[in-house]
């Protein structure tokens, strides 16, 4: 229900703009995460944005770097990359879940019901 795009290689300092799609309405998510894992890692919350309210909180290493914008007419969620860094290079996902979750734990990948297959970011000269 779930797929992300748009990535791809760039070098340090560039940008990317990855989407979440979803099937039927993003309406039906009141939460949609990007989540990121680099070979070796963990799974790491790179952002999370609630349907009501549309706020969006990004996790301290990507703060002033990422932007989220939703379009609930195509029913897509953006991820603006810029000031790319060779450490932002992972796998990204986009995860979406129905009810909404204390804002605490929504960087928090184990409160999400439905995952994208995700895309990949690498960042390197």
């Known amino acids: 229900q779930l797929q992300a795009s748009g990535g791809g290689l760039v070098q340090p300092g560039g940008s990317l703009r990855l989407s979440c799609a979803a099937s039927?309405?993003?309406?039906?998510?009141?939460?949609i995460a990007w989540f990121r894992q680099a070979p070796g890692k963990e799974r790491e919350g790179v952002s999370c944005?609630?349907?009501?309210?549309?706020?969006?909180y990004y996790t301290g290493s990507v703060r002033g770097r990422f932007t989220v914008s939703r379009d609930n007419v195509k029913n897509t969620v953006a991820l603006q990359m810029n000031n790319l860094k060779p450490e932002d290079t992972a796998f990204y996902f986009c995860?979406?879940?129905?009810?909404?979750?204390?804002?605490?734990?929504?960087?928090?990948?184990?409160?999400?019901?439905?995952w994208g297959q995700g895309t990949q970011v690498t960042v390197s000269s």
């Open positions: 995860a979406g879940r129905a009810v909404r979750v204390a804002v605490g734990s929504c960087l928090n990948s184990v409160v999400y019901d439905y």
């Open positions: 039927g309405s993003s309406l039906d998510y009141s939460v």
């Open positions: 944005t609630y349907r009501s309210g549309g706020n969006t």
